[in-house]
């Protein structure tokens, strides 16, 4: 009796929540991974921005093992020296002080910005979050109301109420949103999953000097833009290098190479009164002992991994490196020409190669995206859809000159045909 194969594993066993494409990987080296034929493929997807130090970078590996072999977890009702040292150091990065709170995913990270945006507005009844159109915070149930796209919500209604969505870059439209229910604006400064669209600097400059004139929060998802990719600790600073300070940030992805781990932050801007008129202290403590919680976040071994990955992008200029192959890859690309190339979009190491109509192939009904994603994985590239018409260039951030290279002549060849 044969055995099944992984596929007919899937469809037997693994509910159907993704549209796999029928790959399977089994190892990958640095910039590179293999499918179970043997066959490579350049990986610019890296786990959809996951994997900062592309896969089985040694330092990972050597976090993952030591650690695993003294403390793996333990309760967040004990101290653990590499979380609080993860902690200093994302702190540090952002540079305006506060504090850190860990959890297991970036829909988790911004479930935490809600509950913030809430407590904070709870005293005087504000609980509305304003979002953005194409924008997207998560699967949770708090993370597809928080997202502006309705293909995302079908079939779950009720939807948790307190959200609004605006245009996304449209001040004017912002401005006239806000109500006394408005606590908060969260916004991506790169929006990911909407297809790479940057916040213009008026427009981060612009919702600042709205949350400071009707005493609302800024809160920034970075869980795909953040911790490096833009060439920037801090997303946002890759638009505005100064003069744009967010009140909360949630972050995932690219903090710990692939081990599971979340987090967002929290700044120290006073938060106000409470119902009965005390003060409320800094912002940053608002969340006390038993509004919030997690199992596993923030454990010895998830800790030490982000505190590697974190030490090892500053050690080896890995910011430098994704702003200097992203304009690189921008640009090369711009100066191609070609006719199947709309506009290329992004920062550092997170591009977007929109594309045009293409000719109709028999057989073939998807979307341009999803065409050119597959075209190329057949030609050994790996690349992420976003949207009908983008795909994403999300290679990890120590890739070399030679892997850029490699990466547009493949771009060039499938774009050409």
Not at 296 to 321: A, D, H, K, M, R
Not at 336 to 345: G, W
Not at 381 to 391: A, F
């Amino acid at each position: 009796m044969s055995l099944p194969t992984t596929t007919d594993l899937y469809h037997d066993f693994v509910i159907p929540t993704y549209g796999r494409f029928d790959l399977e990987l089994v190892r990958g080296e640095g910039t590179r991974v293999w499918d179970e034929s043997g066959k490579s493929y350049l990986d610019f997807g890296a786990g959809i921005a996951v994997c900062s130090l592309g896969h089985a970078h040694p330092a990972v590996t050597k976090a993952l093992s030591e650690q695993a072999g003294k403390l793996i977890h333990i309760s967040n009702l004990y101290l653990n020296r590499p979380q609080a040292e993860l902690a200093r150091k994302i702190v540090g990065f952002v540079g305006l002080g506060g504090k850190v709170f860990f959890c297991n995913s970036g829909a988790e990270a911004n479930e935490g910005l809600y509950k913030l945006a809430r407590k904070f507005g709870s005293p005087t009844g504000r609980y509305e979050i304003i979002t953005f159109s194409n924008s997207f915070h998560g699967r949770t149930l708090g993370g597809i109301s928080a997202t502006a796209q309705e293909k995302v919500k079908v079939g779950f209604a009720p939807l948790v109420e307190g959200f609004l969505h605006v245009p996304f870059n449209d001040l004017a439209a912002l401005e006239e949103a806000i109500t006394p229910k408005t606590a908060a604006i969260l916004l991506e400064p790169i929006q990911g999953e909407g297809g790479i669209n940057p916040a213009t600097a008026e427009f981060l400059r612009g919702a600042r000097d709205l949350c400071d004139r009707h005493n609302l929060l800024l809160l920034f998802d970075e869980i795909q833009c953040g911790l490096g990719r833009t060439g920037d600790w801090c997303a946002w600073r890759s638009i505005v290098p100064e003069g744009v300070e967010p009140d909360g940030i949630s972050w995932a992805k690219g903090i710990a190479n692939g081990y599971p781990l979340g987090a967002f932050w929290v700044g120290k801007r006073l938060a106000g009164a409470d119902s009965e008129g005390s003060e409320r202290g800094p912002l940053c403590n608002l969340l006390g002992p038993g509004t919030h919680g997690t199992t596993y976040g923030g454990s010895p071994l998830c800790s030490t991994v982000g505190l590697t990955v974190l030490s090892t992008i500053e050690q080896e200029n890995l910011l430098e490196n994704a702003r200097t192959m992203g304009a690189y890859l921008k640009s090369s690309l711009e100066d191609l020409n070609l006719p199947a190339i709309r506009q290329v979009k992004g920062i550092g190491l997170m591009l977007g190669i929109e594309l045009n109509d293409m000719p109709l192939v028999e057989g073939v009904a998807v979307t341009p995206a999803l065409r050119m994603t597959k075209e190329l994985m057949a030609a050994g590239m790996l690349v992420i859809p976003s949207g009908e018409r983008t795909i994403r260039l999300l290679p990890p951030l120590n890739i070399s000159k030679a892997e850029a290279d490699e990466a547009l002549a493949l771009l060039t060849k499938v774009l050409k045909d």
